[in-house]
């Protein structure tokens, strides 16, 4: 319910530091397998047979059945910087609606709030390059 | 843990006023699957072979075990609306511990701060009608 | 795919047996803890503030969307022992596909096998006394 | 691990024949939920702003992380039937993999002999056209 | 995102303050069933065959697979003051990633603020007496 | 419900040996990704700062309260060729239990099938070298 309560493009930018900041600690904290395991997870989205859109949007979908509002958060930035359309994102969001039911719902609101603060975003960062 | 530091009326009209304005940011989206997934959803709790209660707990159950607490609060409201009893909420609740197990006791713990709440509400709006 | 397979009446009875002997098995394996958890999971469905039609419901439909088959077998055999009409189990069923999604499909087709197959049997043993 | 012990060819149209009959059987039920949404869980999967195969993509691997068997099935028939490739659909698993955790890899297992028994298949029936 | 805007200090004393106040209220309420519960689960992790610290670690990965953060900062408390190092926490927690895969990040995420907030209150209450 | 019906020694073998043969399918399709997912899976199981008994431990227990009966099977094994006791797999999957919540019952019923299957392989292979 937080995210009504302060201006949305502020939450993004809190996201972002928090999520900057606590990878950092992580992967300094000297354990090579959560490394690796980060490693592993950045390059699952890189192109290769499939496009990063593609690739993006499966991520997006499964954080959404699996319910895990930070995850969509960040796939739906990316999408954004990837040029996905409104449209595009609705119909992401229908499937997995579809797919993982009403227990969805409350996620899918808050991806909403979240498509919209992208859009007030690119006002004055189109590219998002604000932020990941 | 929010709901312990605002006073418990106001949290249930700010998540009420919440859910309304994401619903309609939603349902004015544009697309058809969406909306009619929330017509399905909202036709599946009508009375039909079953009363409007037992669908109600069957809401409740199912989405304690899946640990969806805005979920919980709907059916909450919706049930202490419908005239249930703390007895009957609590062997509600129960019947999803043991199903769900431990792991939904943060879950239990936020609903009966929600029981609470409604009963509060109750004092000056008995059937909850500043709600849903 | 199973199920499809063999005559339906004998599933239902191999699944009985099955369920029996390793019921059995664990309780007498000495752990305290195991021992109680199973009465106070049989002690969850006996009637209170709420009947045991109602109880067994919320039991059916919180095994549906937590996609366990064997609990879903046991429920739907206890609603059918409790006299619960075929539009009162796909009401039930219903709620569990809106809640849980198009991931319970499948679940919910096997489900309509074990309706099927204990309204077989019904015919030569109404209230499913050889069953649980 | 039946499927390691069947021809691989004959459990696809075991698979097929069971989940069309099964699903004949539910929407001949007399439920008006029901039929609605297996409407809308079809109409989620035909283009619109996204492709059909992006959708199927989004229903594979949203299916493997919530580790639905016959959803993955279907799912890898219709991608198959769309004209992708291994390494496409290697990628998607690897996705469901990074994102689903290791829980998933008996399920990926299963997915390989999948595929397996669909290029099998497509030497006598290229476009799969016996399926689904 | 709120832990990373309070002292950690505070947060673990709230987060304990909250627990304790509700399972005072649940454990008041007559309900046996949900009483009988939480005896169960605190035995659970009482040595028997396995001593505490197994126990508890158990606690710790089943949680943040279930992705539970209220039962992985209880858990993480336990571990602590049953003199856990780092090395071992960050261990169980790379097992917990693996399993349940990238969904659980921003879980893990959180542990970590949880362990650094431990590790900040050790400086002045060695054993988190004040804690649990 | 199968495994009632084989012997269960064989039943052993042949999970071994689809397992292995899945592996090698999977190992050899050239997809960097999955070959590094399955390395990083076996070194997080490997002693590091917990012993190898404690990471198979929470191998066994994460593996119950997500259901996955391959894994519960596959960590069983290695724990019983660790020299795990009976006492301490049934405190195992009694935290597990309830953690996970009833839903787990009929993966608990399994791997009880599971230990006796191992016990009975173990008098004429002790160490069981012939799995895994």
Not at 21 to 26: A, S, V, Y
Not at 59 to 85: E, P
Request: net charge negative; charged share 25%; proline share 3%.
């Amino acid at each position: 319910m937080g995210a009504a309560m302060v201006p949305p493009m502020k939450d993004l930018h809190e996201f972002n530091e928090h999520r900057k900041r606590m990878n950092e600690r992580i992967l300094s904290c000297g354990h090579q397998g959560l490394k690796r395991f980060w490693a592993l997870d950045s390059r699952a989205y890189e192109a290769g047979a499939l496009d990063e859109k593609t690739l993006e949007f499966m991520g997006l979908t499964t954080s959404m059945v699996l319910k895990c509002d930070d995850c969509v958060t960040y796939h739906l930035v990316r999408l954004v910087q990837l040029g996905a359309s409104d449209e595009e994102l609705y119909e992401a969001l229908n499937v997995s609606l579809i797919v993982g039911g009403s227990i969805t719902i409350p996620h899918i609101r808050r991806a909403f709030e979240t498509i919209d603060a992208c859009r007030e975003l690119q006002k004055t960062d189109p590219e998002l390059k604000s932020l990941l």
